[in-house]
Structures are given as structure tokens and as C-alpha cells.
């Protein structure tokens, strides 16, 4: 006979057993007895296999392991009413501010569920617009994407740059403006390099690499950046090769012709290290050379604009958080420079000569600014912002009467804004309009203490009314790195979430650029353990707060947020419910080997050097994860196109990962798109499928 102590203890094995998620058919993955020595240390790679993403066996696995992955998401309860809210809410009209070209202004839109935004052009801001490109007709399923676009001065002619399948790889055409036609001119192997005209229109500047082998495209080392002036009616074959260093494969060069058409900026990068260096070529002088106006890599210096011979500058220079300078290049020494903005207690992070102004936009607190001053460098004025928000998207030329920018916050979709400088007014242009009442919600901003004692902002959004009881679902984002500021932005996918009851939070990690350069240091390198401790300080935070607890906590970030995500759930894997990992730079030994990888040394450091081995090898995630340890349920998202963080950082994660939890714990799963890379060009149907999956894993592991 069952004694009432035994009916409990069923009872409550049943509810535990429940609570346990059965265990997955995880693809087999073969290992292989590969070991590398970092410095005399064997460091075992068994899933090396899977970084050749051409090899029928990877392929087979990316298979098996999607079947089992969107299997799993399919049977989530909460799945199909987030999808069906995402697109409902995501149905909405985004614009780009405009910008303005001879009589034309030149602006996207995205009627809400297109995806792709099409460019439109118009003569008048409040007239009618034709379409003149529509990427949504370059593919059936919205995988070609417009990477950037520039008109001539006069807007009569395009340049405008193409990416298949979410590559950084661009190809470059031109279109007449008034036909809608293209011309025969035709630019490829084009990366990280926008186009910048002549002012006659006779051609323009670009910078791209050689001609990759078609087997290692997509993974395949890039270096030897090379800059070039293509011009219109010519074949590639014989643009003019204005400037290259085979001495130096890690250069990376920027040509941006002046507003006066004067001089050609040489702007000189070193992967992903902020500091740079700043050439120019006299454009009116055809026996002209190269001059190496600022040649040390010791700070940022960025061009704004110039006054004949004297060059503005905004720099980090002796000013973490930055200053405008001003270089005459008859006198380039230090000497004769002069300061014309100082450095103030906020972070500077934009300027522009707009209407015979400085504009400059600012950040206090990671929040946005925008001062003008005179030339002179004395304060103009400060423009009024609605509250806690980021401008982005600053529009304007030194000869215009009015800039344009755009501004958005955690709660209030992108606006795009029109300031009139001889008035003063600042108006609306265009305001998109959702199904949702932005006044339900509420963001405020507060500081909390890492474990070193450094006082770190965060953002927090949620229902108003929130019942801090310890049991909210919440979402901590993060990313900390390159000298990258996170700062309020509103997403359709985080207002899913805070509609479900779920506290989004954002904390401004080291290693970003929220208060300069300083701050950048702070989290880099051998200092990346700060960027760590700060996340794992603020879910401390929001825990002893009662938002919400380890049982309800979910972690995310992208790309270096990845690499946040990833060493912080090896590092206390306790701390939390759901870690959603994209794009992460898993293997922080061999990173650099692939595409664009090794300009991160900058920031990272590389596993080729002792002392960078042993902090890149104490919170490499890949080399952290231990067998039999109860992790997070973790969804790992990349993509099959991803030339910047090669899908093998997930694929080996993910296959460590399912080695190492835990039997019967939460479930690890990766989910690889197709036709997809890094993010950016990403269809809007592919970004709302896979909101949906992220959104609808994180709710069911954390309620």
C-alpha cells in the first residue's frame, strides 16, 4: 500500500522529471586527434574538421544539426503567437534621413515587411518620390542586398554597392539617376570600402583586395588593401592604382575626396585598432605624391572637413574623449596645430561642417548630444533631444542650410529629424507609426559596481508597473569591444519580449567606446576579464534587485557579444537559465587565420605571442567548456556566409558544447542559416524567423 510519504515522493519526481528536458538526438560528431602546442602547451582541437565548410562531411553535419535544431523550436508552444506578433508589429514604415545632392534628396524606405529597403529619390521633401533602386527585385528571396550608395555632386549619376548572401564582399555598379538605368561600369572584390566621387563625376575611389581563389572565398585570409580610382566608361582592368603598400599586408586604406574636390584623404587603418594614420594627395597637381601628413599610429584622428589648407580634425589625441583639431599642411608640425573644440566631459563622438558649423553629437552617460559651434570653435548652441536616446545617420554638407538625422530610443521607433539652421526649428520629417503605445513602457538608466569597483551604466526597460519579485523573465545584452557604444535603440524582437513580461537590460561594458578611449583600453587585450566581470556584475545586480533571478535570466550579444556570451556562461555557467550566443568569436586561438580575423589582433591580442596566449587561453569559450557541467540552454545562431566570423566558431562551440553538458540537462542547439552572414543585409522575413526562435527558446527556458 502507498504511504502518503511515497504518493509525495512520486509526485515529486514527476514534476522534476518534467522539468528536465529529454535528452536531444545530437548528430554524432567524429573527433579527430589533433593537438597544437602554444608555447610548449598541447592544446587539443578535435573538431578541427568542421572550420572546412566546403567538405561534404561539414555539410552533412550543418544538415543534421538544423533538422535537429528546428525540430526542436517547431514543437515551442510560444513559437507560432511570437511569429505571428513579430510580423504584425514589424509591418511598419522605416525611413533613412535624406540626403541631399544637387535638387535631389535621396532617401530609403521599407514599407514595413519588404526585405529590403528600396532607395528613393525626390525634388522636394515634401513631394513625391520615385523608387530607384529596389533590391527586392535583384533575388526571389531577398538575399542581395544594397551595402551603400553615392551620388555625384551634382545627383545625376549613382554608385552603389551589392552583398549576395550577407558577404562582406561587394561588387559596385552605376546608375543614371534620371533613366533608372545602369551603365556598363562594373567594380568587384570590393570590402569594407564605400565609393567617393570626383566632383565633375568623372569617376570615383574605392578600395578592394585581390581576386580571392573561389574554394576559400568565404574564409580565406584577407590582406594587401589596395586603393583605386575607377573612372566612368573604363573597364576594372585599368583603374588607376592610387596608393598600396606591399611592405605592409595589415594596411587598410579610406579615400574620401574633400567638399572643395581639393585633396584626396588617405585614411590609414591597422585591423581594428582605432588609431590610424592620415595621408593626402593633391588632386589639382597631376605630378602630385602621396603625403604622409599624420604617419604614426598613435591616436585616432578623423577628417571632418577643410578650410583651404587647414585640415579639421577630430582626435583622441591627449583627449580620450575626444577634441577638433585644426593642421595647416604648410606647417604640419605639432607645433603649429591648434585646438579648436577641447575635450568636455562627454564623449565626442561625430562632427560635422554643416552650414558653415561644427555639428557635433555627443555622448553623456551613453545617451546622445548634439552642440553646434562656430568655426571658431565657440559654442552655437545645443539642440533639444526627446529624452534618453541615440542620433544616428547625420546628414548634411557645408553648404547646406539644413541637416537631417535619425533618432531612436528603446521605446520609440527611429524619427527621422529636419534642423534648419537659419531658424533654429527642428522638426519631424517622418515618424513611423506601430500597433503598441510606447507610453506602457518605461526606461531608466543606473550605475552598478563591478568587481574591481568601476562604477558601469545600464539600461533597463520594461511594462511600467513591473512587480520586481524576482520571477521576470529578462534579457541582458552586452557586447564591450572595439571601441563600440551601446546605446538605446528600439527593436520590434526586445518590445516582443517586454510584452511577454520580460525586462530587456543593457549594460556599457568596457571595452566599448561609451566614455572614449579610456574606457575602450579598459576592456582590451590582456584587460578583457573586465569586459566579463562587468556583465557577470550587472546579472549580480539585477538579481539582488529582485528583477529577476538566475532561473529567469537569459544572456545575448553578437559577434564580440558572442564571444561575451560565451565566456560568460563557461566562466559561471550557474548564473543563468538561456545563453543565445550569435556570431561569437569562439576560438580565441585561431582567429586570425580566417578572412578578416587577424585585424582583431589589435584588440585581442593573438595566440602567437606567450603572454597574449595565456589570457586569450584562460577565457577562450571554446577551450573553457568542461564535460559534465550542468550549462545554460543555449541556442548558438550563425549563418553559412558569415565571412567575418567564420561559421567554424559556432560549429566547433556548438559540437563542444553537446559534449560537455551535462546528460539530461537543457538543451544545446545551433542554428545555421542559409544564404545569410555576419547580419547586416539580412531579409526582414530571415531576421523575423529567427527573432521568432530566439524569443520563443529564451521564454520557455526562463518561465
Known amino acids: ?9 512520486v509526485a515529486i519526481l514527476v514534476a522534476l522529471a518534467a522539468c528536465v528536458t ?9 573527433k ?3 593537438v597544437d602546442f602554444y608555447h610548449g602547451v598541447p592544446v587539443e582541437d578535435p573538431y578541427r574538421w568542421l572550420e572546412d565548410d566546403h567538405a561534404p562531411e561539414t555539410k552533412a553535419w550543418v544538415e543534421a544539426q538544423n533538422r535537429v535544431t528546428f525540430d526542436y523550436l517547431a514543437r515551442l508552444p510560444e513559437r507560432e503567437p511570437l511569429r505571428a506578433r513579430l510580423t504584425e508589429l514589424w509591418n511598419y514604415e522605416r525611413y533613412s534621413p535624406p540626403v541631399r545632392r544637387g535638387n535631389l534628396y535621396f532617401f530609403s524606405k521599407n514599407d514595413g515587411l ?8 525626390t525634388d522636394s521633401l515634401d513631394g513625391p518620390a520615385r523608387a530607384l533602386l529596389d533590391p527586392n527585385q535583384w533575388s526571389p528571396d531577398g538575399t542581395v542586398a544594397l551595402t551603400g550608395a553615392t551620388a555625384t555632386e551634382d545627383g545625376r549619376l549613382l554608385a552603389y554597392g551589392q552583398s ?6 561587394q561588387e559596385w555598379r552605376v546608375r543614371d539617376v534620371q533613366t533608372g538605368r545602369d551603365l556598363p561600369d562594373h567594380v568587384r572584390w570590393v570590402k569594407f570600402s564605400g565609393a567617393s566621387w570626383r566632383k565633375d563625376g568623372s569617376g570615383f575611389f574605392y578600395s578592394r583586395f585581390d581576386e580571392p581563389d573561389e574554394k576559400t572565398r568565404l574564409t580565406g585570409v ?9 573612372r566612368l566608361g573604363t573597364p576594372q582592368s585599368e583603374d588607376r592604382l592610387v596608393y598600396h603598400r606591399p611592405d605592409q599586408k595589415e594596411w587598410g586604406f579610406y579615400g574620401q575626396v574633400t567638399e572643395d574636390d581639393r585633396y584626396l584623404i588617405i585614411t590609414v587603418t591597422r ?7 592620415v595621408f593626402y594627395l593633391d588632386l589639382q597637381d597631376p605630378a602630385a605624391r602621396v603625403v604622409e601628413l599624420l604617419p604614426q599610429f598613435e591616436a585616432d584622428f578623423t577628417f571632418i572637413d577643410n578650410d583651404g589648407p587647414i585640415f579639421w580634425f577630430r582626435t583622441d589625441l591627449e583627449a580620450p574623449r575626444g577634441r577638433v583639431i585644426a593642421i595647416d599642411i604648410r606647417q604640419p608640425d605639432r607645433r603649429h596645430w591648434r585646438e579648436i573644440i577641447p575635450q568636455s566631459d562627454d564623449t565626442l563622438r561625430n562632427v560635422q561642417v554643416i552650414g558653415e558649423r561644427f555639428v557635433a553629437e555627443y555622448l553623456h552617460h551613453a545617451s546622445s548630444r548634439i552642440r553646434l559651434f562656430h568655426l571658431d570653435g565657440r559654442p552655437d548652441r545645443e539642440l533639444s533631444l526627446p529624452g534618453l536616446g541615440t542620433v544616428s545617420a547625420l546628414n548634411g554638407r557645408r553648404s547646406d542650410t539644413e541637416f537631417f538625422f535619425h533618432f531612436t530610443s528603446f521605446t520609440v521607433p527611429g524619427r527621422v529629424y529636419r534642423y534648419d539652421l537659419p531658424s533654429g526649428e527642428l522638426s519631424v520629417w517622418r515618424q513611423p507609426r506601430l500597433a503598441f503605445n510606447p507610453d506602457d513602457y518605461e526606461t531608466h538608466q543606473v550605475f552598478y559596481t563591478s568587481r574591481d569597483g568601476t562604477r558601469v551604466p545600464m539600461f533597463i526597460t520594461h511594462r511600467r508597473g513591473l512587480v520586481r519579485n524576482g520571477r521576470n523573465p529578462t534579457l541582458l545584452y552586452g557586447y564591450g569591444g572595439f571601441n563600440i557604444s551601446l546605446t538605446p535603440g528600439f527593436s520590434v524582437a526586445n518590445l516582443v519580449w517586454m510584452e511577454q513580461g520580460g525586462v530587456y537590460a543593457v549594460p556599457n561594458l568596457r571595452g566599448g567606446g561609451e566614455y572614449g578611449e579610456a574606457w575602450h583600453q579598459a576592456g582590451m587585450k590582456q584587460n578583457k576579464q573586465n569586459v566579463f566581470d562587468d556583465f557577470l556584475a550587472a546579472a549580480e545586480w539585477l538579481i539582488a534587485q529582485r528583477y529577476t533571478s538566475p532561473r529567469h535570466l537569459a544572456i545575448a550579444g553578437g559577434s564580440n557579444g558572442g564571444l561575451l556570451v560565451g565566456a560568460c556562461m563557461t566562466q559561471r555557467p550557474d548564473r543563468f537559465a538561456v545563453a543565445l550566443p550569435a556570431v561569437g568569436v569562439m576560438d580565441m586561438l585561431r582567429f586570425h587565420k580566417f578572412t578578416i580575423g587577424w585585424a582583431w589582433t589589435s584588440e585581442y591580442g593573438c595566440a602567437d605571442n606567450p603572454e597574449a596566449f595565456r589570457y586569450l587561453y584562460a577565457y577562450s569559450p571554446l577551450h573553457n567548456l568542461r564535460p559534465g557541467t550542468r550549462y545554460p540552454a543555449t541556442l548558438i545562431t550563425t549563418a553559412d556566409h558569415d565571412d567575418r566570423v567564420v561559421p567554424a566558431h559556432s560549429f566547433k562551440f556548438a559540437a563542444r558544447l553537446q559534449e560537455c553538458q551535462v546528460r539530461g540537462g537543457p538543451p544545446v542547439l545551433i542554428r545555421i542559416e542559409t544564404r545569410a552572414g555576419h547580419g547586416a543585409g539580412k531579409p526582414t522575413a530571415k531576421q523575423i524567423e529567427e527573432a ?5 527558446f529564451a521564454l520557455h527556458h526562463t518561465r
Not at 500500500?1 to 515522493?9: D, I, N, Q
Not at 521568432?692 to 520563443?696: G, I, K, M, P, Y
Open 222 to 230: 584577407n590582406y594587401f588593401q589596395k586603393l583605386y580610382f575607377h
Open 692 to 696: 521568432a526562435d530566439r524569443l520563443a
Open 1 to 9: 500500500m502507498w504511504t502518503v510519504k511515497c504518493l509525495l515522493a
Open 114 to 121: 519588404q526585405n529590403q529597403s528600396v532607395l528613393y529619390v
Open 22 to 30: 529529454p535528452h536531444l538526438p545530437y548528430p554524432v560528431t567524429r
Open 271 to 277: 585591423g581594428t585598432d582605432p588609431k590610424n594614420c
Open 164 to 169: 549576395v548572401a550577407g558577404s562582406d564582399w
Open 32 to 34: 579527430e586527434p589533433v
